[in-house]
Antibody, heavy 122, light 108 residues
Framework: QVQLVESGGGLVKPGGSLRLSCAAS????????MSWIRQAPGKGLEWISS????????????NYADSVRGRITVSRDNAKNAMYLQMNNLRGEDTAVYYC???????????WGQGTLVTVSS | EIVMTQSPATLSVSPGERVTLSCRAG??????LAWYQQKPGQAPRLLIY???TRATGIPARFSGSGSGTEFTLTISSLQSEDFAVYYC??????????FGQGTKVEIK
């Protein structure tokens, strides 16, 4: 079945860096846009990044929310069926559960991974 | 950016009751709207897309309606497992994809 599993979360000091991973299985990873969506404690959902499908003859496109642009970088490794989120210069307001999600043909998110918690605190 | 607004923030409901949740878009999104359900400690789950199409495995008691800027999610007879937070999301114009702030359905 289609499955997404995030990893890499943890406690990091303000100004620090963290790299999240999303392992995909059960579908042809290359064929899908993928996204990262986060949820601060007790708050709603915030889309933060997406990366297009890619192949040998097509470029890879990335998008970022204004709240994180310049501090995060999304990438993917189709050979490993994995997506990554490199987060730098982390702030307290980046504390959240980070979900990866597949972007389906009609434009929404299905399924979602179980999430990984990132806590930014000194 | 298309702003999504949900109302009410919280609904107190008894099991078996009919529930109606509202979502308003800041500009027309056509029928490009999805609903998600999130239970405590879990990831969101897709319920409805294209405003009214139920996702695979979603019970028929869940239905969606609307187009343009006004949308509704209806649960015809609330079951105990339906107490959760519900989010609407537009995918008409992205990036960014945008979500409503959520409606919590709690036990009365």
């Amino acid at each position: 079945q289609v499955q997404l599993v995030e990893s890499g979360g943890g406690l990091v000091k303000p100004g620090g860096s963290l790299r999240l991973s999303c392992a995909a299985s059960g579908f042809t990873f290359n064929d899908y846009y993928m996204s990262w969506i986060r949820q601060a404690p007790g708050k709603g959902l915030e889309w933060i990044s997406s990366i297009s499908y890619s192949g040998p003859y097509s470029a890879t496109y990335t998008n970022y929310a204004d709240s994180v642009r310049g501090r995060i970088t999304v990438s993917r490794d189709n050979a490993k069926n994995a997506m990554y989120l490199q987060m730098n210069n982390l702030r307290g307001e980046d504390t959240a559960v980070y979900y990866c999600a597949r972007v389906v043909a009609w434009g929404g998110f299905d399924p979602w991974g179980q999430g990984t918690l990132v806590t930014v605190s000194s | 950016e298309i702003v999504m607004t949900q109302s009410p923030a919280t609904l107190s409901v008894s099991p078996g009751e009919r529930v109606t949740l509202s979502c308003r878009a800041g500009q027309s999104v056509g029928s490009n709207l999805a609903w998600y359900q999130q239970k405590p400690g879990q990831a969101p789950r897709l319920l409805i897309y294209y405003a009214s199409t139920r996702a695979t495995g979603i019970p028929a008691r869940f239905s969606g309606s609307g187009s343009g800027t006004e949308f509704t999610l209806t649960i015809s007879s609330l079951q105990s497992e339906d107490f959760a937070v519900y989010y609407c999301q537009q995918y008409s114009s992205w990036p960014p994809w945008t979500f409503g702030q959520g409606t919590k359905v709690e036990i009365k």
